[in-house]
C-alpha cells in the first residue's frame, strides 16, 4: 500500500491541525495504522495507532487527552486531530501501515511507510 501524509504547517502554541494519511494500492482497511514523529536530532517515535476496523485505538503518553488518530476506511483515510499542540510536538510526521496478519496490538515493525509531513509548532 502507498501512504501520503498531510496537513502539517506552521501553528502557534495552543492550536491545532488535522494530519491526514491517504492509502492507496491495496485494500486500506486490512492493515492497523499508526502515526509517529521525529524530531531534529531526536530518534523516530510512536505516536497514535489505530486497529483495522477503527476499534481499538494507541496513544503515547505525551499525546494522550490532546491528540485523536481516527480513520475512514470507505475513503481510505487516516485522520490525526492534534489539539493544544506544544513547541515540543514540533516534528516530520508519518504515517504507517501493518497488515493485520502481522498485528499482534503493538506498532512495532510496520510494514508501509509514507512520506512525512512538517509540523511545527511556535511558542
Known amino acids: 500500500v502507498q501512504l501520503q501524509a498531510s496537513g502539517g504547517g506552521l501553528v502557534q502554541a495552543g492550536g491545532f491541525l488535522r494530519l491526514s494519511c491517504v492509502g492507496s494500492?491495496?485494500?486500506?482497511?486490512?492493515?492497523?495504522m499508526a502515526w509517529f514523529r521525529q524530531a531534529p536530532g531526536k530518534e523516530r517515535e510512536f505516536v497514535a495507532g489505530?486497529?483495522?476496523?477503527?476499534?481499538?485505538?494507541h496513544y503515547a503518553d505525551s499525546v494522550k487527552d490532546r491528540f485523536t488518530i481516527s480513520r475512514d476506511n470507505a475513503k481510505d483515510t487516516m485522520y490525526l486531530q492534534m489539539n493544544s499542540l506544544k513547541p515540543e510536538d514540533t516534528a516530520v510526521y508519518c504515517c504507517a501501515a501493518k497488515d493485520r496478519s502481522n498485528f499482534q496490538g503493538d506498532y512495532a515493525d510496520m510494514d508501509y511507510w509514507g512520506k512525512g509531513t512538517q509540523v511545527t509548532v511556535s511558542s
Open positions: 489505530i486497529s483495522w476496523s477503527g476499534g481499538s485505538t
Open positions: 494500492g491495496r485494500t486500506f482497511s486490512r492493515y492497523a
